[in-house]
């Protein structure tokens, strides 16, 4: 949490995956992917009290950037990509 309106968060996902044989070749590859969300929840004020804005799920909005790398013995299954997003989040507690 970097202020009341801020929070910043990561995580790894990793992930060995083994696959029968690919044309002679032992195929087991690696899967990793980092994982950044930047989220800023809307203060309370602009939904006009503290009970508005617990009423409709205190509302945030989420940008997240992801990498997503495998590496494979076989080159033709090795790759790396990009992904950027925003989301719109509410949330209720019980």
């Known amino acids: 949490m970097i202020s009341p309106q801020w929070n910043v968060s990561a995580g790894v996902f990793m992930q060995r995956r083994g696959f029968d044989a ?10 990793i992917e980092p994982v950044a969300t930047l989220e800023f929840v809307l203060p309370s004020s602009w939904f006009g009290s503290e009970r508005n804005a617990a009423l409709i799920g ?26 950027a997003g925003g989301a719109l989040k509410f949330g209720w507690r019980f």
């Open 22 to 31: 690919f044309q002679g070749v032992s195929d087991e590859e690696w899967f």
């Open 58 to 83: 205190r509302p945030a909005l989420d940008f997240q950037v992801a990498y997503e790398r495998n590496w494979s013995p076989l080159a033709t299954f090795n790759y790396d990509q990009w992904t």
